[in-house]
């Protein structure tokens, strides 16, 4: 699965390169500055550029653990919200343990700094998980892994987005999330968390049409379960997420 994904993560890092050249017919440059993005006038999914006011993003991406779709919307030039179901055939807090289920995420970008191709925003993303206990709830390896498990979570943390040439922007950011685990037949919550590291980029293609790809890594903590056994198998499993996706504003 991991050669896979890398294949296709190395097409479409080769897509986004490409895309800045192709996206000079499209006139990116004719892109209005009435949007009132707080640096340049290129739409952002991801990075610490938000959108302007009224503007409505919408997107789609597939990876581990998840396939998603998100709508993203302006309600300032400072601060974006969007709504995001996926579903799940993996963990979303940590491991690599496969299971059913669905989430819901209500992502936020807060922009907190812009000057030139620079920008810097904090992110807040509240979430909840509901499938099987192995993944959302990590009891892998019990004879609960089918049962029902629910999960939440809350994603803190700060993005900054460097836009390299037109069309073309970096992203680097790091948080972490703390929540809990539940499953129904264990009859107990549980508190996790984690913290991570994202790396990402977008490419437009058009001046309203963007790919997108973003990896998290990081480390998730997790208590111990009676006689040292612990959530998730691990007392300290890694987490790992990515996303590719294309995005287009409306």
Known sequence: MLAAVA???????????????????DGLDDIPIASQRPTSGEASLLSGRTLGVGEVL????????????????????????????????????MALEPGVGGELAVPMRIHLFGEGELDLAAFI??????????????????VFAGELGIGTRLELGARIGYRAME?????????GHVGFVYAEAVGAAEVIGAAFLQAGLEGLIS????????????????????????????????????????????
């Open 207 to 250: 001046r309203d049409t963007m790919l997108f790809a973003l990896v998290d890594g990081g480390l998730g903590f997790t208590p111990s379960r009676g006689a040292g056994f612990p959530l998730f198998r691990e007392s300290v499993p890694p987490l790992f997420r990515i996303s590719l996706g294309v995005a287009y504003l409306l």
């Open 125 to 142: 993303t509240p979430a909840v998980a509901v499938g099987e206990a192995a993944a959302t709830a990590g009891e892998g390896g019990t």
């Open 58 to 93: 919408v997107a789609g991406a597939a990876g581990w653990p998840w396939i998603w779709a998100q709508a993203e919307f302006a309600l300032t030039s400072s601060f974006n919200v969007g709504i995001r179901p996926a579903l799940l055939y993996g963990s979303p807090f």
């Open 167 to 175: 069309g073309l922007t970096f992203v680097l950011g790091a948080g």
């Open 7 to 25: 294949r296709v993560t190395l097409a479409f890092l080769l897509l986004a390169f490409a895309s800045p050249a192709a996206a000079q017919g």
